[in-house]
């Protein structure tokens, strides 16, 4: 083996190769800017394209929709489970068991051939919203409101947790948002993903894992993390006075920032407009002037921009989500990629193991215990 490379948080260090999204160009999904995928495709032809490698034929895109659709569907037994969770665990905990439950009901769940892997898939990104939605109204004492077949997922989320008729451009917010979070290279959680796929484990537990790994606030909990602050400052000029405060005492501002977006994630600007026309149709001018003042003092004072989740965070709020959806949403579209690097990972697998520099003590005999001091 050559010198072994060690860098903290691996920065910089090429894990693998993959074929489904690259970052050094700005953000494309197999190839295709994540601008035109944004501006001109739907979440669930994305999904075909990620999963799949190509755009799909209307053909291939009805079949894979109706697939999506027939399995928005859950188990009596995991509708009767997120009854029965208690009221105050995290819904990011649920999201993680319920990824665990619904491998307990699927036929294929032991299956890791390519085909079996994919079809979990497709139920997996069709349950997940349900996970999420029915839990959300249990919680809340309501009764749940099953999927309308014919609809998106966008669409059956908004439906599902309001129990009335979405209007058409909060879905299309929502479904650009998904759009946007379904892939992104070698992120924390796929590569916890392709980390559990390599020991040649199955899809469900790769997602389950993975879903532990974006709950963190330096992954995907950044989103629910923005709605702290912003739900507190009323004015721009309070927002400036808490800003340049918090930097001063090296606190991290949630929402800005990223490992490998120096300059600017591609998919924060693609949401500005989004974010801006809601916060309008919705009276939260307010919140928006007080996130726009925040940015543009991280921006002077640290020279950070924001990332997607600053403004996927206002966007869901002014969408009247509850904050603790917005990770969770995030899960529903990553689902996506994840499964798609597991399928990936598997076609041409090798145990995903590096080395630790060692650093602790010399080495040193056992001393009984009568004989310690
Ligand atoms: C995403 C994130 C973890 C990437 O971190 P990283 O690659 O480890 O960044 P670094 O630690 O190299 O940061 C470089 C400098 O920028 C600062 N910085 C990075 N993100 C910051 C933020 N959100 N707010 C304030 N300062 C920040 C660091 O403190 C460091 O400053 P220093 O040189 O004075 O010590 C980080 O930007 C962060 O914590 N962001 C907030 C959480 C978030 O929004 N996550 C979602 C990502 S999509």
New binding site residues.
Partial sequence: MNEAIYRP?L?GIIAGETSISSIADGLRYRGYPIEQLAQYSTFEEVAYLVLHGELPTRAQLDFFTGQLRQAMELPQEIVSTLRDIPADVPMMDVMRTGASLLGHWDPQAQDISAQATLDKAVRLVARLPLVMCYRHRLRSGQEVVPPEPGRSVAWNILWMLRGQEPQPDHVRALDVTLILYVEHEFNASTFTARVVASTLSDLHSAVTAAIGALKG????G?NE?VMDYLSKLSSAEEAETWVKQA?ER??????????VYRTG?PRAAILAPYCEQLARQTGNEAMEAVAGRIEQV?REQ?N?PP????PAGRLYYYLGLPVDLYTPLFVISRTVGWSAHVLEQQAANRLIRPRARYVGAEPRDYVPVEQRG
């Fill in positions: 948080g920065e606030p330096l992954h995907g950044a993390r930097l090296k606190e991290r501002i949630m929402g800005f920032g990223h490992r994630d991280v640290k950070i990332n997607v989740d600053y």
